[in-house]
């Protein structure tokens, strides 16, 4: 199993430095991951060392709390592709949901991908703050809105990804959406069992220790 094509090599703490995001962009290359997920002001930054190679640039939108308006993300979103990012990973308003604005959350989601077109849409749900029954309605409304895929986590809150999420969220969106895991996935182990639960991409900022041990 090819792990490193499932990573997206991540550096997201505020303090990340120039060289820092410059080290993940060489890491990303010389261990070959699928893209590198990083804060909107580091795009075009990445956009220059990877321009010509195949690997991803994810941005994170609306992050990590989810709760700016839906025009600020929509803007954010618009302004890191220019830069050139090819994904967007965006953070639900986790408040709208624990609400019941249900619609609120659906439209958000579905304006920010009707502002990203073919542009890949990754949901970020937070399952940490969440109860099972409002991870399942998060990842409907992400289906609900053609998002590309559900996330677990921003890695911000108090837990991450877990093998229990991920079986409820492949159970929700029953193959409508693509799955990733995030928050806390450090080890080839838990990698790759959740890859054999679905999981399409893995947010981790330890992918290089997971590759060399897989």
């Given amino acids: 199993m090819n792990l490193e094509k499932y990573i997206d090599h991540t550096l997201l703490k505020p303090t990340a430095t120039q060289e820092e995001i410059k080290t993940l962009c060489k890491e990303a290359q010389e ?11 580091h795009v075009n930054f990445c956009k220059e060392i990877l321009r010509e190679t195949d690997i991803k640039i994810a941005a994170v939108i609306g992050f990590p709390l989810g709760a700016m308006t839906t025009k600020a993300k929509i803007f954010e979103a618009e302004e890191c592709l220019k830069n050139g990012a090819d994904e967007i990973d ?9 609400s019941g604005e249900i619609d609120k959350v659906t439209s958000e989601i579905r304006g920010l991908k009707k502002a990203i077109g073919d542009k890949v849409l990754k949901v970020i749900i937070e399952t940490c703050y969440l109860t099972d029954e409002e991870k399942k309605i998060a990842c409907k ?3 609900d809105a053609k998002a590309d895929f ?3 986590s921003t890695g911000f809150g108090s837990n991450g990804a877990s093998i229990q999420d991920i079986i409820l969220m492949s159970l929700a969106v029953a193959g409508k959406a693509k799955i990733k ?17 679905g999981v ?10 997971i590759v060399k041990t897989q």
């Fill in 31 to 41: 261990y070959n991951f699928y893209a590198v997920c990083v804060n909107g002001s």
């Fill in 90 to 98: 965006m953070v639900i308003n986790i408040g709208w949901l624990k």
């Fill in 141 to 143: 409304a992400a289906v």
């Fill in 150 to 152: 559900v996330k677990t």
């Fill in 181 to 197: 895991a995030s928050g806390g996935i450090r080890d080839a182990i838990t990698t790759k069992e959740y890859i054999s639960l």
């Fill in 200 to 209: 399409s991409r893995i947010g981790t900022s330890s992918g290089i220790k």
